[in-house]
């Protein structure tokens, strides 16, 4: 039977998740930021790290001690174009927020900014902070550390996180130019989202420690964390399929993240302490603005990359394919479809705000209820 995925109107599902956020600890301007990113996931078409982490990677994180609600921003080193800030384990998303606002105002001076966050959490869907930049009028790129998930080219043991890098730029389109992913093949809330729809992950993405894969998404979420089978990064396993060239990618994030904050890396990113017991994840993003005006000009650079992507979309199409895309443009299409429909919610997730409701005491009546 197919699973039931009713749409629920974006109002109702914000206001839902800022009350939930406040009744968790988190402040309500704090809450706002939080809901808005995961929000933003899903109006993207982005299902992995929208409503779908809102329980397991938020709240649950806030129940068992791992993530503190109330965010201390600490800026322990600034320059002109330079912040270096200690988010002090709390909300991911709020320190980065506060740090793409100052880089953006640096880079309005200055023309680049860079910044740095550590002892952080989950910041969510990484093309949110590289998009303040681009609605600013600039170019933003971010990336950030995770639990370890990732072997190395021609390894088995988890060692790096999915570790995104992301790149939004200006165009003179409808959207801009976004390429926000993950530089493993699949992402951990891939998986996650998966198993929540009880379908299997495709064969290939996951390396196990006998050098075969596995499908079963629950299973391999469960035996990830013990180190059994690992996630692959781009281009897949050994060197014939370029994964070497993904593996560098992965390895690229991860000293950004950890090096630039003398942050920790990878087996210490478990959110586990030595005796096995939950812990912070200390996390490390890392953030860069730069201001076209202070090169050939904001215009310029808008027409620009706005005909490289139009020649790319009208350039020849393989045979049977229907149209060619670029980056943002899926996010785009998706958006406008979901505008006037909602948040699509699956049955687990049903499930899940139900339960937070009851648990929270909020007087909330959603659509998918009899």
Known sequence: MAETRPYVQWELINNFMIDVFKAYGVPEADAAICADVLLESDRRGIESHGCNRFKPIYLDRIKNGTLLPKTECEIVKEGPCTVLMDAHNGMGMVASHKMMEMLIEKAKVYGVACGSIFNSTHYGIAGYWSTMAEKAGMIGITGTNARPSAAPTFGVEPMMGTNPLTFTMPTDEEFPFNFDCATTIVQNGKIEYYERSGKPTPAGL??????????????????????NCALLSIGGIGEETGGFKGYGFTTIVEILSAALAGGPHTK?????????????????????????????GLDTF?????????????????????????????????????????????EAIQKEFIQLRDECGLDYKFPFEA
């Open 206 to 227: 996951v390396v196990t420690k006998d050098g075969g894969t596995m499908t079963d998404s629950g299973e391999i979420l469960k035996e990830m964390r013990k180190g």
């Open 268 to 296: 210490a990113l478990t959110g586990k302490n030595a005796e096995g017991q939950n812990d912070f994840y200390r996390l490390g993003h890392f953030f860069v603005v730069i201001n076209p005006e202070f090169f050939a």
């Open 302 to 346: 808008k027409q620009t990359s706005g005909d490289i992507l139009r020649a790319l979309r009208g350039s020849t199409k393989a045979p049977g394919a229907e149209r060619i895309y670029t980056a943002g443009e899926k996010e785009h299409l998706a958006w406008v479809e979901r505008e006037p429909l909602g948040v699509p919610v699956g």
